[in-house]
């Protein structure tokens, strides 16, 4: 079965440079969801979108956007970079809405910011 | 995440069973999941189970849930060495937001 899709899977910055993280859903599923995961933490919120609207916002830093396309995949921009970025950034996604918001992740990309 | 608490270590031995543990802390959580990270890799969703239960099995896995004292379990039958990850408990009102809230997560090490 497709699973979520994340791409690149690594990803090496200076700081202050810039970064695009791609995230590709399940197939027919509408719902996407950031997450940032530091070093033996859990995964933090960022932001979701439903139907190309963001639908939640968590701790999403305002150097960070994110959007959710036409054919639903989504992008995270990273600007200004800081050392503190770097994380693993889940991306998950889950079908429509039916009250159980269960995500599905994908694997992942490893920002690292030197 | 401090809305779910688990203890972040557990080792067994390789047959014996696993039982990770749970809380959390708001009452009107509907749903309550636990995923599967191994190392490098994504969340995996094992299983999940709906507040009016208290009791689901699949295969090698059985979550029990006390809704009264806001805990939650994972047993894993027969323990083997590729069960060895880290374990997050999470929980989640349902709907349309995202509250998702996942606890720090449980690094099961089984030995052989």
């Known amino acids: 079965a497709a699973g979520v899709i994340q791409s690149p899977r690594h990803l090496i910055k200076e700081k202050r440079e810039t970064a695009t993280l791609k995230c590709y859903p399940i197939?027919?599923?509408?719902?996407v969801y950031w997450y940032q995961q530091g070093p033996g933490q859990d995964p933090q919120f960022l932001i979701s979108?439903?139907?190309?609207?963001?639908?939640d916002k968590g701790s999403i830093p305002d150097r960070f956007s994110a959007q959710q396309f036409s054919d639903y995949h989504s992008e995270l921009n990273m600007s200004s970079l800081e050392l503190g970025d770097s994380a693993l950034y889940f991306c998950?996604?889950?079908?429509?809405?039916?009250?159980?918001?269960?995500?599905?992740f994908g694997a992942g990309t490893r920002l690292s910011v030197l | 995440g401090e809305d779910v608490e688990q203890s972040l270590f557990l080792s067994v031995r390789e047959g014996d069973s696993s039982v990770i543990n749970c809380t959390y802390t708001?009452?009107?959580?509907?749903?309550l999941y636990w995923y599967k990270q191994e190392p490098g890799a994504g969340l995996q969703l094992l299983t999940y189970?709906?507040?009016?239960?208290d009791m689901k099995q699949d295969q090698r896995l059985t979550v029990l849930l006390n809704k009264k004292d806001k805990h939650l379990s994972l047993r894993i039958a027969d323990t083997q060495t590729g069960d060895s990850a880290i374990y997050f408990c999470?929980?989640?009102?349902?709907?349309?937001?995202?509250?998702?809230?996942f606890g720090a997560g449980t690094r099961l090490t089984v030995k052989p």
């Open positions: 189970i709906f507040s009016n239960m």
């Open positions: 197939p027919r599923h509408d719902t």
């Open positions: 999470a929980a989640s009102k349902g709907g349309n937001n995202n509250d998702m809230r």
């Open positions: 979108f439903y139907e190309k609207m963001q639908s």
């Open positions: 998950a996604s889950s079908p429509k809405p039916d009250g159980k918001n269960i995500q599905y």
């Open positions: 708001d009452s009107s959580s509907t749903y």
